[in-house]
């Protein structure tokens, strides 16, 4: 495309009144547009370019066009035809800028043209000298630095691409964002700068590139919260809000700083109080996990007072399936598949059935004449503490008795079922879901028995583990408790060693605040906000009102964007983001060393 107001980049002699000219000092301003809407022709733009033919006068070259006098005409390029004018006029502010975008995309691959030695310096010089009113005007400054962005996102992106096939290393570095953004930022530096100027705008764009990238993980994290670990999500999934930050990912430096800061005093009692706070939260969402559908534990110090309200929680529900009476077609029907559990039970041994058949039987003459399902329900629960007990041995005689059992578990609840009506066996079986996660836990609680930790993730696997057999926990069962147990397992399990990684920023840390004591405040103030209070651990988490508004705010912005533009328009703001920022970077950098006291204070005057 082209446009009038580029005239004077077409004139082959004498300079004519140039695109700029109103920017020139001394220069005298060109006479306005005439806005006449006569039908006369304009001046072709580039009637100097036409063939003069001997013997017929030649036309006189059309004036330039000043855009300050109020806009040009919008002109496209077409093969075979030329320029043709589309009759739109365009203001000025779009002239300049829409030139200074085409500026920085033709300087910058000049300018890398330079770096391999195709592009003399000399051309960059006279480029610059002709780009100079350009630069000068606030419009084309913005349509540079979008020119520039444009083309140096693909070209940042290509150097971190080949650094990442660079080997190992150099994956690991491209997959940095930080490092990413360092790259990113010294290639811009470096390509859209002259020869003079490459090595130091190379190093400020690296530097700013950094911050910038450093600055919007630091925004990420404070609209989504810090860092979390897969198993902390699956911990506030079932309601676990009470994580600390170093909970949350206990393989990050804020874990080693809370375990280092529990034997600090006054400050290490706060940070162990919400640790220990948030294993209680964990306890109270594993017996929930175990409680009657619908029911909801009240949290307490007291594990075994929890336990009490998941018990009774079943009681509305089993009730509600108590005193039906038992047809005599039913009782019959059950009676002789009980007497024969055993013998049909497949895969079980002969001693192992009779072991089993005579406890059945003996619970079978313990029923009244005339039972009801009260009597079945009782019956059924003696079955399965026997089942449960069994299953507990892992010798083959206790395996088979425990299938044995629950074979004819399943006979007994049948014939309940077979007696109820539809309300009744609907809360039967709603509590039936859950009473087998109740008691699992159980067992969880009673192996714990007075230790003082309680109920520990490592208790309730090994109750999970208790309740399954092999072969389906090697193939991953145990549902939502054998989840909680290995997700409470990597959270509170997990003491860092300090090794050379991790020592890195508690000695950095502990050197600045060595260096600068006034440090030692908002560092404390930061940690105990943070892991010491709920507020600060919700917006650790992001789960803070006005964080879960900015989240959905984001979010609809993100749909907002095609998919397939997303990552393009991140990168140009990117690196419009570096351009912009890159001339204030070193007084910034000198202002931001002066507030941390990390530079002497100037010297006094000397007034003698």
Do not use: C
């Amino acid at each position: 495309m082209a446009n009038a107001s580029d005239s004077t980049s077409l004139a082959p002699s004498s300079p004519a009144a140039g695109l700029y000219d109103d920017l020139v000092p001394g220069a005298q301003p060109a006479a306005p547009a005439q806005t006449s809407s006569s039908s006369a022709p304009q001046p072709s733009l580039y009637a100097d370019l036409v063939p003069r033919v001997p013997g017929v006068a030649a036309k006189q070259p059309a004036s330039a066009y000043d855009p300050s006098a109020g806009g040009g005409r919008f002109q496209v390029y077409v093969p075979g035809l030329g320029a043709v004018d589309t009759g739109l006029n365009t203001p000025q502010w779009l002239d300049r800028t829409l030139a200074g975008a085409g500026r920085g995309i033709t300087h910058t691959l000049s300018s890398a043209g330079n770096m391999v030695g195709l592009v003399p310096d000399q051309a960059l010089k006279d480029e610059a000298a002709t780009d100079k009113p350009l630069l000068n005007t606030t419009a084309g400054t913005v349509g540079n630095l979008v020119g520039e962005s444009a083309i140096t996102a693909p070209i940042g992106a290509g150097a971190v691409g080949a650094v990442g096939r660079a080997g190992a290393l150099g994956a690991k570095a491209a997959a940095s964002p930080l490092v990413s953004a360092l790259m990113q930022g010294g290639v811009q530096g470096a390509v859209t700068s002259d020869p003079g100027s490459r090595a130091s705008n190379a190093t400020i764009g690296a530097v700013t590139g950094g911050a910038l990238g450093a600055g919007s993980t630091a925004v990420s994290k404070l609209v989504g919260g810090l860092t979390q670990s897969p198993a902390a999500q699956v911990l506030r999934r079932y309601g676990v809000n009470s994580l600390t930050p170093g909970q949350a990912n206990p393989a990050g430096v804020a874990n080693q700083f809370e375990q280092v800061a529990e034997h600090i005093p006054v400050l290490g009692g706060v940070v162990q109080t919400a640790r220990d706070a948030a294993q209680q939260d964990y306890q109270r969402a594993v017996i929930q996990a175990a409680a009657a559908p619908g029911a909801k534990i009240t949290p307490s110090e007291n594990v075994h007072d929890m336990l009490q309200q998941a018990y009774n929680s079943f009681e509305p529900l089993y009730s509600q399936a108590k005193g039906a009476p038992v047809a005599p077609a039913t009782l019959d029907t059950m009676t002789g598949r009980v007497a024969n559990a055993a013998a049909t039970t497949p895969g079980t041994s002969q001693g192992s059935q009779q072991a089993a058949q005579s406890f059945l039987d003996d619970q079978w003459t313990r029923l009244p004449d005339n039972p009801t399902t009260t009597d079945l329900l009782q019956l059924r629960s003696n079955i399965r503490q026997a089942a449960r007990k069994a299953n507990l041995s892992t010798d083959t005689v206790a395996q088979d008795k425990a299938a044995i059992y629950g074979n004819a578990e399943q006979h007994v609840t049948g014939a309940i079922e077979s007696s109820l009506n539809p309300d009744q066996l609907a809360a039967l079986q709603s509590a039936d879901s859950q009473y087998g996660n109740y008691k699992i836990v159980e067992n969880a609680v009673a192996a714990s028995k007075d230790n003082l930790a309680g109920l520990t993730p490592q208790k309730l696997s090994q109750a999970v583990y208790n309740a399954t057999a092999d072969p389906a926990y090697a193939r991953g069962a145990g549902g939502t408790l054998r989840e909680l147990a290995q997700a409470g397992t990597q959270t509170f399990q997990t003491v860092v060693p300090p090794t050379g990684a991790s020592l890195i920023p508690l000695g950095a840390g502990a050197a600045a605040v060595m260096h600068n004591p006034a440090l030692a405040v908002p560092a404390g103030a930061a940690l105990l906000g943070g892991a010491g209070t709920q507020v600060g651990r919700n917006f650790a988490a992001g789960l803070t009102a006005p964080q879960v508004g900015a989240q959905k705010l984001a979010a609809a912005l993100r749909e907002a964007v095609p998919a397939n533009a997303r990552a393009p328009l991140a990168a140009i703001a990117g690196r419009g983001a570096t351009g912009a920022a890159m001339p204030y970077t070193p007084q910034t950098l000198a202002t931001a060393y002066g507030l941390a006291g990390l530079l002497p204070a100037p010297a006094a005057a000397d007034t003698r």
